[in-house]
């Protein structure tokens, strides 16, 4: 996490910009690719930078379901020793005859960077979202996209932040945390290692139309509210692979929100077996550590938060503008809302 930290800021002393979230990648040979993800484009700056070449003059893409080779194995930087599924192939949206997903060999992912304090929308970097998704301008990174980045009142161009957007201050806003990876779809009842089916918001535009409580109180089951429901896991068609492929940058894959506390659970309203990765989610940060997760922090400090953190109002539904309504947890993940806290 601490390298992860390093490379951001090297990163940053070269662009004066932070990386994008969710971006377009340029190729070799003048092509434009979308969906290239936080820790692909901070490669060269943590030791990557022969993957990174190698993705940029290929003509092979970082597509779940057959990535390229520059994107496989096994990046130690990005895991987590304490998770036992991390070394493992990563694992793509498709499913075989039997209904198990198909490995990629896609490099997995234990660190995750930070989607603010709203739920995001996971995909569609250009169109109908491209206003209302983890681009707002709460959220400490931005999208890199050709038409409206960040809320409905943005301009049609790219929106690049940097450490001078960060009014609340570097050591108060969070730039990286820590996933565990999801399993097959298998009857886990761990909140950590499952993405679960709910109508986040039916018609997919903003205002959201549901709290990170209704998340929470139809994920968790009513008699332990330690572990999912069994029926909310049974009723989910397909599962949001977390972790599975820390070059596409697609908020299950590699986000967080705080809209939750760390080990709380995850939903998403479009997890089924046609198209799993759109649509709304809210994805809480997870490790297998007890009592909580590591974070880092803009001004390169590395601190174990509890998952106990307040976080005040989850029954209430965030909106683009004023301060977080989740506590400290909240705040933490703005950028410029004016919160008098301070972790």
Not at 83 to 105: C, H, K, Q, W, Y
Not at 113 to 133: E, F, Q, T
Request: charged fraction near 15%; glycine fraction near 10%; hydrophobic fraction near 35%.
């Amino acid at each position: 996490m601490k390298q992860i930290e390093l490379a951001l800021h090297n990163y940053h002393n070269v662009y004066n910009a932070l990386p994008a979230l969710n971006g377009e990648v340029k190729f070799g040979d003048g092509s434009v690719d979308l969906y290239y993800g936080i820790f692909f484009h901070l490669l060269p700056f943590y030791e990557g930078q022969n993957r990174y070449d190698g993705v940029i003059n290929s003509a092979t893409r970082i597509i779940p379901s057959a990535p390229s080779e520059y994107v496989q194995g096994s990046i130690p930087t990005l895991l987590c020793p304490s998770d036992p599924e991390s070394r493992n192939p990563g694992l793509s949206f498709d499913v075989d005859a039997s209904g198990n997903r198909i490995p990629t060999n896609a490099a997995r992912n234990n660190l995750v960077a930070c989607l603010g304090d709203h739920l995001a929308v996971n995909n569609k970097a250009i169109g109908k979202y491209a206003s209302i998704h983890f681009g707002v301008p709460r959220a400490p990174f931005h999208v890199s996209v050709t038409t409206n980045d960040g809320d409905a009142a943005a301009p049609a161009s790219n929106v690049w932040k940097n450490f001078e957007s960060i009014t609340d201050g570097l050591s108060n806003t969070l730039a990286f945390s820590e996933t565990v990876s999801s399993v097959q779809a298998s009857g886990s009842v761990d909140p950590r290692l499952f993405v679960v089916g709910l109508a986040l918001n039916a018609s997919e535009t903003f205002p959201y139309s549901v709290s990170p409580l209704d998340c929470q109180n139809h994920a968790l089951d009513s008699g332990n509210r330690s572990l999912l429901s069994a029926a909310a896991v049974s009723a989910t068609k397909g599962n949001v692979f977390r972790g599975h492929n820390f070059a596409q940058g697609l908020p299950p894959r590699v986000g967080f929100n705080t809209s939750l506390p760390p080990n709380s659970p995850s939903c998403n309203n479009r997890n089924n077996a046609v198209n799993p990765e759109l649509g709304w989610g809210l994805y809480s940060a997870g490790s297998y550590h007890v009592g909580g997760v590591n974070t880092a922090f803009f001004d390169g400090s590395v601190r174990f938060i509890s998952e106990a953190i307040n976080s005040e109002h989850p029954e209430l539904i965030v909106t683009h503008t004023g301060a977080s309504p989740y506590g400290i947890w909240g705040a933490l993940a703005t950028i410029n809302c004016g919160e008098s806290v301070s972790f």
